[in-house]
């Protein structure tokens, strides 16, 4: 809560040297990893952050976590990695199976022949 604000280009600039060392040591970058390379606490203080309004390092903390969400989406596609993404997916980003009318209706189909 004391914390000092930092100025959008630093959080730009922190953010994107988190993403190139994910990259480097081969780790998937996660919102909780994001936290912690800003100097945060937790994934909350972070959460909160991106809720804000105005200024510069909202605006880059909410590009960031569109990039991890990102990365979840494309990883849901390769076979090694779709369940633990599709969990990440459905967890921390508010993805679910989208739920039908609850009273269905029967069709009825008739053939002529």
Same mark, same amino acid.
């Given at each position: 809560m004391g914390?000092?604000? +930092?100025? =959008?280009?630093?959080y730009s600039d922190l953010c994107e040297?988190?993403?190139?060392?994910?990259?480097?040591?081969?780790?998937?970058?996660? +919102?909780? =990893?994001l936290a912690l390379a800003l100097g945060m606490d937790s994934r909350e203080e972070l959460e909160r952050l991106a809720a804000e309004r105005r200024g510069g390092g909202a605006a880059a903390v909410r590009r960031a976590i569109t990039r991890v969400e990102e990365f979840n989406v494309q990883s849901a596609f390769q076979k090694d990695t779709a369940q633990s993404a599709k969990f990440i997916l459905q967890c921390g980003f508010g993805?679910?199976?989208?739920?039908?009318?609850?009273?269905?209706?029967?069709?009825?189909?008739e053939i002529e022949e």
């Open positions: 914390r000092k604000k +930092l100025s =959008g280009k630093r040297s988190y993403f190139l060392q994910c990259g480097r040591e081969g780790r998937h970058p996660s +919102l909780p =990893g993805y679910g199976e989208k739920r039908g009318k609850k009273d269905r209706e029967d069709i009825k189909v």
